[in-house]
């Protein structure tokens, strides 16, 4: 089944710095990637997404990169403030037959935004 | 605000019992999944409803099991708890197929006693 890393697990960064984090998957027949914000006591939200016919998207402060070659896809946020001090998790979808679906997560990163 | 909605959100029960947690997905959502989010084992996927049927399986324990029913809403019996069953259950939907961005719901704590 499919295998999802995420790095760092903890990153921490100053107002106004950008804030990169690292996931692999391990399915090439994975084509989909989103990334969810989960705040404290909350569900996971989805805050962007990227389809594998697509290399980069960007929505404002937050752009999703993904390289199939490779195997990666990471989340860069700029200009970083402090309510983006959260959970973050990448995840990857393997499912392809019919109407089957799942999402495999990495294990979160706590982003810590420091003033 | 997911449109995904869970109850109880909080539930404290002993070991040996049985529980059901409930969602109701967004409107129009046929498709609807169920997490289990612990400190040490990160959101794991249980299974996947489609329209009333099963349609994918994740790590779920035997003593788990889900059903969707004709209104599409759906159900999580978690019985014969031990303490380790303690967790964050999340529920999430999406409208149809795979590749599909799902939503997640707020969760259910479950603390096994």
């Known amino acids: 089944g499919e295998n999802v890393e995420q790095h760092p697990s903890t990153l921490s960064v100053q107002e106004g710095d950008s804030a990169v984090i690292k996931c692999t998957y391990s399915?090439?027949?994975?084509?989909?990637f989103p990334w969810y914000k989960q705040e404290l006591g909350k569900g996971p939200q989805l805050i962007i997404d990227?389809?594998?016919?697509?290399g980069e998207k960007k929505d404002q402060r937050i752009a999703v990169t993904l390289n199939k070659t490779a195997k990666h896809f990471s989340l860069h946020i700029t200009e970083t403030q402090p309510e983006d001090s959260a959970v973050y998790f990448c995840?990857?979808?393997?499912?392809?037959?019919?109407?089957?679906?799942?999402?495999?997560f990495g294990t979160g990163t706590r982003l810590q935004v420091t003033l | 605000d997911s449109g995904v909605t869970q109850t109880p959100k909080h539930l404290i029960t002993a070991t040996g019992q049985r529980v059901t947690l409930r969602c109701s997905p967004r409107?129009?959502?046929?498709?609807v999944y169920w997490y289990q989010q612990s400190l040490d084992q990160g959101l794991q996927f249980l299974i996947q409803?489609?329209?009333?049927?099963?349609?994918a399986k994740g790590n779920i324990l035997e003593r788990f099991s889900a059903q969707q029913f004709p209104d599409l809403h759906s159900e999580l019996n978690l019985s014969s708890l031990e303490l380790g069953d303690s967790a964050l259950y999340f529920c999430?939907?999406?409208?149809?197929?795979?590749?599909?961005?799902?939503?997640f719901g707020e969760g259910s704590w479950l603390t096994v006693v």
């Open positions: 995840a990857a979808s393997s499912g392809n037959t019919g109407t089957a679906s799942k999402l495999t």
């Open positions: 409107s129009g959502d046929l498709s």
């Open positions: 999430a939907s999406s409208p149809w197929v795979v590749g599909d961005t799902i939503y």
């Open positions: 990227i389809r594998s016919n697509v």
């Open positions: 409803y489609y329209n009333g049927e099963e349609r």
């Open positions: 399915d090439s027949a994975s084509n989909y």
